[in-house]
């Protein structure tokens, strides 16, 4: 597609549930962000990858998140045994890295609001 | 680890009054310094990057922004602004991975 595609857009679930978020970024771009937005507050970096290297996962708030990335496209961002606070919205979002010295624009996806009740 | 910081959560200004927003940034080298505006109910735009060379970057929407290494700060600026301009600011760094500041919210006064 066009631009980053996030599914679903809206999800709504019980705490103690898992759930799955995915991103499609845009074709060719090797790097990906997950960040996450609660409500009133900043973008919080959750995990990046970057081509074939090992993801960095500094950002995670606790081991009941992970994310996997896929043939270096599409990425799920998992999260187990969900809780109220993870209540936010999930934004996913790409760009071209030209080589180690920095990052291009990032494009950003219309992001996932999940709700844990 | 680079980092990134802006000291006001909230500003309000009046249309057609000049506008700042700063954004002080923690990196060992010359970083890769960004503006974003996410507008209610929008997605994050790109309004103007730092790379390299002159320290003063034009964006879109008629935003600039100067990088003061000395500082270590790109405060970003708008001559006169329009009740449009009404957002959430994010300045961000980025070298090996992108890392965001907390955000800025705009409010513009009639």
């Known amino acids: 597609g066009a631009g980053v595609s996030q599914s679903p857009s809206n999800k709504v679930t019980e705490k103690g549930k898992d759930v799955e978020l995915r991103c499609d970024p845009i074709?060719?771009?090797?790097?990906l962000y997950w960040y996450r937005q609660s409500l009133g507050q900043g973008l919080e970096f959750l995990i990046y990858?970057?081509?074939?290297?090992?993801?960095?996962k500094s950002g995670l708030p606790s081991d009941r998140f992970s994310a996997e990335r896929t043939g270096g496209s599409v990425s799920t961002l998992t999260i187990q045994r969900t809780q109220q606070e993870d209540s936010a919205v999930y934004l996913c979002a790409s760009s071209v890295t030209r080589d180690r010295e920095g990052d291009e624009k990032l494009f950003f996806g219309s992001g996932t609001q999940l709700s844990v009740l | 680890a680079q980092s990134v910081t802006q000291p006001d959560i909230h500003i309000t200004v009046s249309e057609g009054a000049s506008l700042e927003l700063r954004c002080n940034y923690s990196?060992?080298?010359?970083?890769?310094l960004f503006w974003y505006v996410q507008s209610p109910g929008q997605g994050l735009q790109l309004l103007l990057k730092y790379f390299s060379g002159d320290t003063l970057v034009q964006g879109i929407k008629g935003f600039e922004a100067e990088f003061k290494r000395s500082q270590s700060s790109f405060n970003l600026r708008k001559p006169s602004v329009h009740w449009s301009d009404a957002a959430e600011y994010f300045c961000?760094?980025?070298?090996?991975?992108?890392?965001f500041g907390a955000g800025t919210r705009l409010t513009v006064k009639p």
């Open positions: 990196y060992g080298a010359t970083p890769y």
């Open positions: 990858f970057q081509g074939n290297s090992a993801p960095d």
């Open positions: 961000a760094v980025g070298v090996g991975g992108m890392r």
């Open positions: 074709s060719g771009h090797t790097a």
